[in-house]
């Protein structure tokens, strides 16, 4: 088995012959470490408000293979979910330049700045900058073609010295970004990615203390998926089902479910339930020799639950717990991220938190830094729940924006005991989702459904601190699709103001277009 790190300190991150070609070849570059280090040095001991001065440069790249991001509708406007940095703009120090594939309408934007308290200030402090590119590739990728924006984007940066680069996730694409920009990221190196890959999270966990569910992982071919399979079946008594992973899918796509009274020799003739619609096993093959896959046991329960942890890594190595969810999953075997509930339940929320420390401490330990989230399968017993940790996602994940938008629409703060945002004296509660989807929504923009809310009283308010917020906004004409997260005084609430929402505007998208 691989080691985590080797002696020297460097990353082992993948084998060779699992580098994603599609890639750009990372070199290290002593600019760039040194950019890096003294990033850290600026930051460290001055506390998570130092991460919100200065100048960010907001680049919201989903920087997965294209393949894979195709599986997402309307994923192009995904960049828009990263819009709650605007709201960071409270701060009268700090200056943000926001890039996107496509531009960003202006009722979007001024939705955001609505909830600060000096609208005009904030907008004066924001730059957008769009490439008019909506190709379902990552947004770095194309950024890397346009060399007149790449200078632009310096050159709009007046002290590099004071500014970082903040990413959804980072890959080889985002480093020759801050190359080419000589500004430091927030977020791991590309060579710590893979300690975030699904093989990757399996041997952190283990380095951790945290329990992981009976499989393999770095396997790089189907043999060698099918090899893993049987050895997984003559050590596993009682195992029915396995889940094989790949080792860069998110969301559940890159998953694929076997039972094993099914199970063939070649692996390719078992019947096989992948988890994206247009996946088969030619296409998944060459996906495995790529990027590599682990092969897991499916845990199934009727009271199974998939709770997840988010944390951030301060430039200096302090771990911050950022929120806890329950997620809320569909597809098959419920292997596809839909939305989440906050907080995740008192029964296993600290539990998740203390292993979520336990990881965090030793991707620091290895000079990891910026936000990411870790999933969880939790199986009932007697005395509560057993958690095995499902992955690390060493990036923002989608329950990265709901909490943001959640923590800074209410002024609320996260109580490190009890995992509970604390506004107005009272914890709140949320549901969120990015998967409000329906044909009839085409007939609804941005600013029809904004005003819907406020006209039916759901709308996010300030003096109440509850009510909805919505993203993805851009998504709704082209795809039928928008986010919300629906924030109240309990869960019964939360859940309540969500079927509200959804059922107001199916109502509104059934109403003539002619209507206010």
């Excluded at 998939?306 to 969810?325: A, K, M, N, Y």
Aim: net charge negative; hydrophobic share 35%; glycine share 8%.
């Amino acid at each position: 088995m691989p080691p985590l790190y080797l002696k020297n300190g460097s990353y082992d991150v993948i084998r060779e012959k699992g580098q994603d070609e599609s890639m750009p070849p990372t070199v290290r570059s002593a600019e760039f470490d040194q950019r890096q280090r003294a990033f850290v040095e600026r930051m460290r001991g001055r506390g998570l408000e130092a991460l919100e001065s200065g100048t960010i440069v907001v680049i919201p790249s989903i920087s997965f293979d294209e393949s894979e991001l195709r599986k997402i509708v309307g994923i192009t406007y995904y960049e828009e979910r990263m819009l709650f940095a605007l709201l960071w703009l409270r701060n009268p120090d700090l200056r943000i330049v926001f890039v996107t594939s496509k531009p960003v309408d202006e009722t979007i934007v001024n939705y955001y700045l609505s909830w600060l308290d000096d609208s005009g200030s904030a907008r004066e402090r924001l730059q957008l900058i769009h490439l008019d590119d909506p190709r379902p590739c990552a947004l770095s990728v194309k950024l890397l073609e346009h060399d007149s924006m790449l200078e632009t984007l310096k050159d709009t940066v007046e002290d590099r010295d004071d500014a970082y680069i903040l990413t959804f996730n980072v890959s080889p694409w985002e480093r020759a970004i801050a190359e080419r920009l000589q500004m430091p990221l927030y977020g791991p190196s590309p060579e710590a990615v893979a300690l975030g890959s699904k093989s990757g999270s399996r041997r952190v966990a283990r380095e951790a203390g945290v329990p992981v569910l009976p499989g393999r992982e770095d396997l790089f071919s189907v043999t060698e998926l099918e090899e893993a399979i049987n050895q997984l079946r003559a050590e596993t008594p009682g195992l029915e089902t396995v889940v094989l992973k790949l080792n860069n899918g998110f969301s559940g796509q890159g998953n694929a479910v076997i039972e094993l009274w099914e199970l063939r020799s070649p692996l390719a003739d078992s019947t096989t339930v992948f988890c994206a619609s247009d996946e088969t096993w030619p296409t998944y093959s060459s996906k495995i020799a790529a990027e590599g896959a682990i092969v897991e046991q499916l845990a199934r329960h009727t009271q199974l639950i998939s709770p997840s942890v988010q944390l951030r890594v301060v430039p200096g190595g302090d771990v911050e717990v950022v929120s806890t969810h329950d997620q809320i999953l569909g597809g098959p075997d419920d292997q596809v991220y839909l939305g989440c509930r906050f907080p995740a339940l008192p029964e296993y929320r600290k539990a998740i938190m203390e292993h979520g420390r336990s990881v965090a401490k030793v991707l620091a330990s290895v000079g990891v830094i910026g936000s990411f989230g870790i999933d969880f399968v939790g199986l009932p017993t007697d005395d509560g729940y057993v958690l095995n940790l499902g992955e690390i996602n060493l990036r923002m994940g989608g329950t990265t924006h709901p909490f943001l938008m959640a923590r800074m629409v209410t002024g609320g703060r996260l109580d490190d005991v009890t995992g509970e945002l604390i506004a107005g004296g009272r914890p709140k509660y949320y549901v969120a989702s990015d998967n409000l989807k329906s044909e009839s929504y085409r007939s609804l923009s941005p600013e029809r459904a904004i005003k819907t809310l406020e006209r039916n009283g759901l709308a996010f308010n300030r003096r109440r601190g509850t009510g909805s917020t919505l993203h993805l906004l851009g998504a709704l004409q082209p795809f039928g699709k928008l986010g919300t997260v629906c924030i109240a005084n309990s869960p019964e609430d939360a859940a309540a103001l969500y079927e509200d929402v959804t059922a107001t505007l199916d109502e509104e998208a059934g109403q003539p277009f002619g209507r206010n």
